[in-house]
């Protein structure tokens, strides 16, 4: 049989359309700005790739929900432990140096 999928238990429906984001926030746990959910005016956009002085036709974006996080995420600034890799550890010996026992009871464990 198929393993249950686990986004059939989500509360709502995912939207991957291509409408405007829409959050469904409430609250931003350990924020350090209130949730302000703001909605931005639309900006004048070339409608050509790159975006950039090529004569492209000008179109008017749909106005979008500015990114909750937005402050935080400006803000943040990594110490210099999380942009290094994990020091290379082993949490347990080599197998040939590891006892094993042979465990053929409940008793045994």
Known sequence: ???ARPQMRWRGEVDNSDEP???KLRAK???LVPLQLVLTSPQEEDDEPGGGGGGGRRRRAAPHYANPYEHELADFQPDEAQLSPPA???LYA???HT???WVDS???L
Do not use: D
């Open 1 to 3: 049989g198929s393993a």
């Open 88 to 90: 290379a550890e082993r």
């Open 99 to 101: 006892p094993c026992h």
């Open 106 to 108: 409940e008793e045994g």
């Open 29 to 31: 746990p350990n924020a």
């Open 94 to 96: 080599a197998l040939q």
């Open 21 to 23: 984001f829409l959050p």
